[in-house]
C-alpha cells in the first residue's frame, strides 16, 4: 500500500560545498520522475516497487522559478482584446487566402 497521501513526501536538501542535491522521496509520481533523472537508492520496497527512495541531484538539476502573475482584466479591457484578436484573426486569415 505505501504511504498514505498525508504521510508522502518529497525533501531536497542543498550541500553548497559539493554543489549537490540530496533528495528524499515517498511521493510515487516523484519517484518515477526522479528515477529519470539520477541513480536512485531504495530506501523501502513494496511488491518489487520502490517506496522510498534517496538520491544526489546536480545543481544546475533544480531549478527556481517565478510564477507568471495571473492578469486581472476588466470587463471593457477583456472586450477590447477579444475585439484585437478578432481582427489579427481576420487579417491573417484573408492574407493566408
Known amino acids: 500500500m505505501g504511504y498514505s497521501r498525508d504521510e508522502q513526501e518529497t525533501s531536497l536538501v ?54 507568471p502573475k495571473k492578469r486581472v482584466m476588466t470587463e471593457e479591457q477583456r472586450q477590447l482584446a477579444a475585439e484585437r484578436l478578432s481582427k489579427a484573426r481576420n487579417a491573417f486569415n484573408v492574407q493566408e487566402n
Open 14 to 67: 542543498f550541500d553548497n560545498s559539493t554543489g549537490d542535491w540530496t533528495v528524499y522521496s515517498t511521493v510515487p509520481k516523484h519517484i518515477r520522475k526522479l528515477s529519470n533523472l539520477t541513480e536512485l537508492i531504495f530506501l523501502e520496497n513494496e511488491d518489487g516497487r520502490p517506496i522510498a527512495v534517496r538520491g544526489t541531484l546536480g545543481e544546475k538539476q533544480v531549478s527556481m522559478k517565478n510564477l
